[in-house]
């Protein structure tokens, strides 16, 4: 009889970094062995039931990230036998110390997602083996390991939205007029325990109330399963975190002779994003990103992505405005950083004449991917302003 395990240094391994601790092998009596096998693996799972008519087919993939051979030059298997007949362990404690690095570039492990049937998740495991020359003889032990993927960049990113223009209508029949919008986001690289949040100002010039703005971060799993003669998809979307704020000056409905003045002066585009240059932003911070998140990540069946997406609420049966802030989720900063809010300080924070770097801009979505969204190319070609802020360190 034999008793296998391990016992790993790190509560939680982190890609690029070290990996170590010990096996422990506990022998009874003596056991033949032909293989000893002691290995670190990591697997991406799918799973997709599919329908055809009464019949339910399994689509069922296994993609391995990384395989390393922690015994590779067969030292442990000759320890075990030493002093023994070939191939004989004798009774006795074995313990086998390990250290390894990880590869920088290994996804974060990912829990169970499900959507109906389906099912995605990403995990890595220490494994030990020993072969013996029976059924009875085969001695098998596995540990989960936790592991954290790439760190979050210390460049911010930032996301500046050209000021879009949204048509607002009654019961999605009558045009009211329109509402424009203009958002802000000191950095779109998010971490655990970090708080998320935008600089939104709006200038009304419809009918409607614009009563409060709903924030939603949210985490979106796409994952595929393919058998010889098909391939199926399945998306599922969580919310994170979300919550509503109650603008501070609710922008009250004009009437129609004010609307048609505004209309009068120009195009209702380009009057409008004239407009918001004056208007008051105010600053909207969600809660900290859960620890339970998952970073993002794009495998070879699986991608995590994230989206914040803003929604402005009216008063009665007028179209809510929403558009999409695409956000990345990391499991982790580097070490020493202390990464600030993603919001900033509006409008003292602000220093003129500071423009974005070459490299940033060029990162800059500029652009709300949504069909329904009407935005509108920048007018202010010159430069783009940076806002900056003061780091918010956590406690």
Same mark, same amino acid.
């Given at each position: ?68 051979? #922690? ?8 320890? #075990? ?44 495991? #220490? ?74 100002? +709006? ?16 985490? $979106? ?6 058998? +010889? ?143 329904? $969204? ?17 780091? +918010?360190?956590?406690?």
């Amino acid at each position: 009889m034999a008793t296998l395990s391990f016992q790993v240094d790190q509560q939680t391994a982190q890609a690029g970094g070290i990996l170590s601790g010990h096996l422990t092998i506990g022998v009874t009596r003596k056991i033949k062995a032909q293989r000893v096998e002691v290995y670190f693996r990591g697997m991406e799972y799918t799973r997709i039931v599919s329908k055809y008519g009464k019949q339910r087919r399994s689509h069922l993939n296994e993609v391995q990230i990384v395989h390393v051979d #922690l015994d590779h030059s067969g030292r442990m298997a000759q320890r #075990l036998v030493r002093g023994g007949p070939p191939g004989i362990i004798q009774p006795g404690i074995y313990k086998f110390p390990f250290q390894f690095k990880l590869d920088e570039n290994l996804p974060s492990s990912m829990g169970t997602v499900k959507k109906g049937d389906a099912h995605a998740r990403i995990g890595y495991c #220490l494994g030990a083996v020993i072969r013996g020359s029976g059924a009875l003889q085969h001695y098998e032990a596995r540990q989960d390991v936790a592991v954290e993927g790439t760190p979050a960049p210390q460049q911010s990113v930032p996301y500046i939205m050209n000021p879009s223009v949204h048509p607002i209508s009654y019961l999605g029949l009558w045009n009211k007029g329109d509402m424009c919008i203009d958002a802000k986001m000191l950095d779109t690289n998010l971490v655990p325990s970090q708080q998320a949040g935008i600089l939104l100002s +709006i200038k009304n010039c419809s009918r409607a109330t614009a009563k409060s703005v709903s924030l939603s971060l949210q985490e $979106i799993v796409d994952w595929k399963a393919s058998s +010889i003669d098909s391939t199926h998809f399945r998306k599922s979307s969580t919310t994170l975190v979300s919550q509503d704020f109650s603008l501070e000056n609710p922008s009250k409905p004009l009437d129609k002779g004010t609307i048609q003045e505004i209309k009068a002066c120009g195009t209702t585009s380009t009057t409008m994003q004239e407009l918001i240059k004056s208007t008051d932003a105010q600053a909207l911070r969600l809660p900290p990103v859960p620890q339970h998140a998952t970073a993002d990540l794009k495998g070879q069946n699986i991608r995590v992505s994230h989206q914040l997406v803003v929604t402005v609420k009216t008063r009665g049966r007028y179209t809510n405005p929403e558009f999409i802030i695409p956000v990345g989720v990391f499991s982790r900063t580097l070490p020493g950083t202390n990464k600030p809010s993603s919001l900033a300080t509006y409008p003292d924070s602000v220093i003129p004449g500071t423009t974005l770097p070459a490299a940033v801009a060029a990162r800059v979505s500029v652009s709300v991917p949504v069909a329904h $969204i009407s935005v509108l190319p920048d007018s202010r070609q010159e430069s783009i302003p940076l806002v900056v802020a003061e780091p +918010i360190h956590r406690s």
